[in-house]
T-cell receptor, first 114, second 117 residues
Framework: NAGVTQTPKFQVLKTGQSMTLQCAQD?????MYWYRQDPGMGLRLIYY???????DKGEVPNGYNVSRLNKREFSLRLESAAPSQTSVYFC?????????????FGPGTRLTVL | AQTVTQSQPEMSVQEAETVTLSCTYD???????LFWYKQPPSRQMILVIR??????QNATENRFSVNFQKAAKSFSLKISDSQLGDAAMYFC??????????????FGTGTRLTIIP
């Protein structure tokens, strides 16, 4: 049981390049999330998907797009990377029912934009 | 808007001793959940303990326990018999309650815990 997996683990981009961060979970969870973590700050929600086929903006969605490809997979796309997007990105998932409120996190992707 | 405050950027404790990490939060909701997550150098976010606001009893998980003071909006984490493997960044987090669709988890800025051998 792998839980939440993310690829890649590390990535370096030049300003203006695009890339997609991949996330998959094998726990049959309904909800999935993308967070970013910057030095001295807690995690901030970028986008989330409450169920397959739906996505919603979080706190800091500008510069990002997401796709909920199926129940397992939730990708985050940077269309034109900027140095301000240098961060560690975490994907998480949660079973969406009352009482199941724990989010399980992937190992993170460290992204550097030059 | 919800906020979570961790006022101790760094803490240290002698191995086998007890340490308490502080967390306060602000919410207008009556039903919500509180969490402590541990982030070791591997960066993985690991759930340590969770507390439902409607439960008066403080949650415990082995050496980890919380002191939940709902009126004071305080949620501290106590680690007993500290071990070297407890060294990590600890994040307090809050999620609004039982209404499906309240998806946002609000995090504090973290407390870095060092264990002194």
């Amino acid at each position: 049981n792998a839980g939440v997996t993310q690829t890649p683990k590390f990535q370096v981009l030049k300003t203006g390049q695009s890339m997609t961060l991949q996330c998959a979970q094998d726990m049959n969870h309904n909800s999935m999330y993308w967070y970013r973590q910057d030095p001295g700050m807690g995690l901030r929600l970028i986008y989330y998907s409450a169920s397959e086929g739906t996505t919603d903006k979080g706190e800091v969605p500008n510069g990002y797009n997401v796709s909920r490809l199926n129940k397992r997979e939730f990708s985050l796309r940077l269309e034109s990377a900027a140095p301000s997007q240098t961060s560690v990105y975490f994907c998480a998932s949660r079973e969406r029912r009352t009482g199941a409120d724990t989010q399980y996190f992937g190992p993170g992707t460290r992204l550097t934009v030059l | 808007a919800q906020t979570v405050t961790q006022s101790q950027p760094e803490m240290s404790v002698q191995e086998a001793e007890t340490v308490t990490l502080s967390c306060t939060y602000d919410t207008s909701e009556s039903d919500y959940y509180l969490f402590w997550y541990k982030q070791p150098p591997s960066r993985q976010m690991i759930l340590v303990i969770r507390q439902e606001a409607y439960k008066q009893q403080n949650a415990t998980e082995n050496r980890f326990s919380v002191n939940f003071q709902k009126a004071a909006k305080s949620f501290s984490l106590k680690i007993s018999d500290s071990q070297l493997g407890d060294a990590a960044m600890y994040f307090c987090a809050n999620r609004m309650g039982l209404v499906l669709g309240n998806e946002k988890l609000t995090f504090g800025t973290g407390t870095r815990l060092t264990i002194i051998p």
